[in-house]
């Protein structure tokens, strides 16, 4: 289990975390505790690949949680009413956390989990990084 | 604090296609070596790569439940026992821990926003979607025992849906 990161430049800075392994509840640990190096260090928009990652056990789907929550609290729209009432609608995806080419195992799991409703996936990383 | 790799007791290091037997100590560290071992124990019969995966992530949930929910942290041991049915690959996990029944628990929402999230059930949702089979019995000794199964081999050309060898 690694994750390689890069940086992408669109309007905005995009961290890419590039995640190589099952995402197990080890994995999981290990991307929760990067992503808040990454937010502490300053990054706003952060982008998940997920092209090698045969399966998002639960425990990975609660650190996108966690991460989601962590950029959600981090931005200046927090207390943005149209916001408010699109996250209470499920019509809220997050501008600050995205998905890019999660395998067919990960979407099931995304789906299942209802994540797809607040997560974008991409399956370009020259669209993802413009859709930012 | 267990290494990275399985322990030792009672593990088979070279598991046959049926019927072989790994234990770990209950840490999470230890699931990468039971994916191994399954990989390992399913031997090179042709199989569907997403359903092989996929019962892959069921053992894995349900192992994470065992740890973290039902060993709470303690220590303890947990078996897995890999055999065939057929076309399908069944693992058996069988722990120590005190009783639970992860086939009765609840189905979460999950059209809940992520932001009001509660926490849990999720492994076991994941679980039931993954695998085609799940039973659970308390075992006679006063531990759990939790039956995986999917059907994850191809049946043998020109011989229906096959038998096992």
């Given amino acids: 289990m690694e994750i390689t990161t890069t940086q992408e430049q669109g309007r905005v800075p995009v961290t890419v975390f590039r995640l190589k392994g099952e995402l197990d509840a080890i994995f999981a640990g290990k991307l929760r505790e990067q992503s808040r190096e990454a937010i502490a260090a300053g990054t706003r928009h952060l982008l998940l690949d997920l092209a090698e990652v045969p399966y998002i056990a639960s425990a990975g789907l609660r650190a996108f949680q966690e991460i989601f929550n962590l950029l959600r609290e981090d931005s200046v729209d927090k207390g943005d009413t149209a916001l408010q009432q699109g996250l209470r609608d499920g019509t809220y995806k997050s501008p600050h956390l995205k998905l890019l080419n999660p395998t067919r195992l990960a979407v099931e799991a995304l789906s299942t989990a209802g994540f797809d409703m607040f997560l974008e996936i991409h399956h370009s990383l020259k669209e993802a990084v413009a859709s930012y | ?165």
Avoid: W
């Fill in chain 2, 1 to 165: 604090m267990a290494s990275s790799e399985a322990e030792s007791p009672g593990q088979d290091r070279h598991p046959r296609a049926s019927g072989s037997l790994l234990r770990i100590s209950a840490d999470l560290k230890n699931l990468a070596a039971v994916r191994r071992f399954i990989r390992d124990g399913a031997g090179s019969l042709e199989r569907d790569e997403d359903a092989f995966q996929a019962l892959t992530q069921a053992v894995d949930e349900s192992l994470t439940n065992i740890v973290v929910h039902g060993y709470r942290g303690q220590p303890g041991f947990i078996e897995i026992e890999l055999s065939r049915a057929g076309d399908s690959l069944v693992v058996c996990l069988r722990d120590q821990a005190p009783p639970f029944d992860p086939t009765a628990v609840p189905s979460p929402d999950v059209t809940v926003p992520l932001e009001k999230r509660p926490p849990g059930g999720l492994g076991v949702h994941l679980t039931r979607r993954l695998a085609d089979r799940i039973s659970y019995r308390p075992t006679p000794q006063g531990g759990n025992e939790l039956t995986l199964e999917k059907r994850v081999f191809k049946p043998p050309r020109g011989k229906g849906s096959g038998s096992p060898t």
